[in-house]
């Protein structure tokens, strides 16, 4: 059913993408078993995933058979001249022998032994679909949506010191390095992701099961339903809203990095530099290509699942976690791409997902369930403060601000305080009692 569901709003969407003159997830992952692929790392990430189910020996045979055809592909582009930009040159073998696996689970195995190798192949592919559909969802929100607005948040951000102004000019001051660092930390989060996910699925081989709760399906429904959450809310981010795009960081950095506005319609040139005027916010027209994916900021949301799921792991999984929220929070701020308020409503929103998974593995859970209530409506208030409170908030920022961080911790608090109920305790070590003596 799951399957269904996901096949057909996969097609939905690749209707609608083609309703607008772009091409839709289906068409983009089609072309990939050809051309090179957008994110090799992703799709070989995605091998990765399959593999849990896999013995050792059926893993190497994989991997093997990826690596022998991405050099086989690369051997006939080289031949032929062929050439695509902005490519990687890899990854189109880890998605042949992904799509292999599930030619061999239906033609080659039966009962439970399919089941698995099935669940495998389609958890490898659902995060590269995820990867693409977001794709899709962000040329749709720069069609569909020609008014943003980030004044409203420009604004509301003024309560939190506009730290997104503090970051830009930290980041600004370190030049092509801190860039390219941060920018590696902030485009290669899924397979962080897969890190941590293959942690929690690493005895699925030999269990011949998957554990009940893992990473990969709070990660898919956060890019699911956040851009939902665009379209009612569509804003652009800083660089581009009050700073010249991409010019800022071909200036700075070693590469320029591919975003499409260019800076023609910001409000004013003030980003990093100086934070803008407390005005009367109103929505502002923009380009139709720059996606409107601020509010919330996905990037903090998916670092967050990260490292909630990474706490239960080795110490190095932990403090990887740890880097990898603090690494994305300051490269979202500092590249321009969010406002502070977006990374508050980011963990809201995390947390909340991650409560109301957790509450339906539960069997619905009454715990649960008040967490899930509570999370969402206090996201629903930030963003109707956000909408129809900003210039408020601006003005008393020591009320505002105080209140927005609040209202974060009272989810954060609920969250673990609802857990460790769910938690079994661990059990008092037994002491050994002395044998009495015998009179």
Not at 200 to 206: E, I, K, M, N, P
Request: hydrophobic residues 50%.
């Amino acid at each position: 059913m799951a399957a269904v569901i996901a096949l057909g709003f996969f097609i939905a969407l690749e209707f609608t993408a083609r309703s607008y003159g772009l091409p839709g997830p289906l068409t983009v992952q089609a072309r990939e078993l050809v051309l090179p692929p957008k994110s090799g790392p992703l799709l070989y990430a995605g091998l990765a995933l399959m593999m849990v189910v896999l013995t050792w020996r059926q893993r190497f045979i994989a991997l093997g058979a990826a690596i022998g055809l991405d050099l086989l592909f690369l051997a006939v582009r080289w031949v032929f001249g062929l050439h695509v930009p902005h490519g990687h040159p890899f990854g189109n073998g880890a998605l042949w022998v992904i799509l292999g696996y599930g030619v061999v689970a239906l033609t080659r195995r039966t009962g439970p032994e399919r089941v698995l190798l099935l669940k495998g192949v389609g958890l490898g592919l659902l995060l590269v679909a995820g990867r693409k559909t977001g794709d899709t969802w962000l040329l749709i929100t720069a069609k569909s949506r020609p008014q943003v607005l980030d004044p409203y948040l420009a604004d509301a951000d003024h309560a939190l010191g506009n730290p997104s102004w503090l970051m830009g000019r930290l980041v600004t001051a370190t030049g092509a390095v801190g860039f390219n660092f941060l920018d590696t930390i902030y485009g290669q989060l899924a397979v962080a992701a897969v890190v941590v996910a293959l942690y929690q699925l690493r005895h699925v081989a030999a269990d011949r099961r998957f554990p009940r709760h893992h990473l990969v399906r709070t990660f898919l429904l956060i890019g699911l339903l956040g851009p939902g959450i665009y379209m009612i809310f569509p804003v652009v981010g800083p660089v581009f809203a009050y700073g010249t795009g991409t010019d800022h960081w071909a200036s700075i950095a070693l590469w320029s990095p591919q975003i499409p506005s260019d800076g023609h319609w910001a409000v004013a040139n003030l980003w990093p530099q100086t934070p803008p005027p407390i005005s009367a916010p109103h929505s502002i027209p923009f380009d139709e290509v720059t996606p409107r994916n601020c509010m919330p900021s996905l990037h903090t949301a998916w670092a967050t699942a990260i490292f909630i799921h990474s706490r239960k792991g080795p110490r190095l999984l932990r403090y990887a976690g740890t880097f990898w929220l603090i690494a994305t929070l300051c490269a979202t701020l500092g590249f321009g791409y969010h406002y502070g308020v977006d990374l508050i409503a980011g963990v809201v929103f995390t947390l909340t997902i991650e409560a109301g998974v957790r509450t339906f593995d539960r069997g619905w859970d009454r715990s649960g369930l008040r967490l899930t209530a509570y999370g969402t409506a206090v996201f629903v208030a930030l963003l109707v403060s956000y909408r129809w409170l900003p210039v408020q908030m601006a003005e008393y920022p020591w009320l505002a601000g105080p209140l927005l961080l609040l209202a974060m911790v009272s989810v954060i608090y609920g969250y673990l305080r609802t857990v460790a109920r769910w938690e079994p305790a661990p059990a008092p070590a037994r002491v050994p009692q002395p044998e009495p003596e015998l009179l």
